[in-house]
């Protein structure tokens, strides 16, 4: 998923995403005890840390499937990020884990898919990190994008 034409130019950002889990369902998948599959969909909105203030305050909704054996095992997703007229949206792919205190930890990469209004065209890619903890999830983010001329 990583394109390396993108990582070396591009314009870079940071940013923080905060959240809140608003739908999750759970199933034990019938291979092995400590197999679960879970589908969740949360809201919150994106912070400019460092870098271009890339969707700074933007609305954020994200999809994802997950599926751990042992606690441990994927995620992937989509992200959809708003901002007046402007959208981006991001497919994402990962690992999570189940770490202390319940923490639902994460990791992994995403691609832009698509874009519209100033984002119309986008390319590029970041890399994620961050938990998730009862209902709320926090994701700091990193990467770069390129707009066509």
């Given amino acids: 998923m990583v394109n390396d034409n993108v990582t070396k130019k591009g314009i870079g950002f940071k940013g923080k995403i905060d959240g809140k889990i608003i739908k999750e369902h759970i199933v034990p998948a019938p291979d092995k005890t400590n197999h ?3 589908l969740a969909e949360g809201n919150g909105h994106n912070k400019s840390i460092d870098g271009d203030p890339f969707m700074d305050n933007a609305e954020v909704k994200t999809v994802e499937q997950w599926d751990l ?10 992200w959809l990020m708003k901002l007046g007229d402007n959208v981006v949206v991001a497919r994402y792919s990962g690992k999570a884990k189940i770490g202390e205190g319940n923490r639902f930890e994460l990791t992994g990469k995403l691609l832009f898919v698509s874009g519209s209004g100033r984002f119309n065209g986008i390319t590029g890619q970041a890399s994620y990190s961050g938990w998730a903890l009862s209902n709320d999830f926090e994701l700091i983010w990193r990467g770069r994008y390129v707009l066509p001329d």
């Fill in 36 to 38: 679960l599959i879970g």
């Fill in 69 to 78: 054996v042992d606690g441990a095992g994927s995620d992937h997703g989509y």
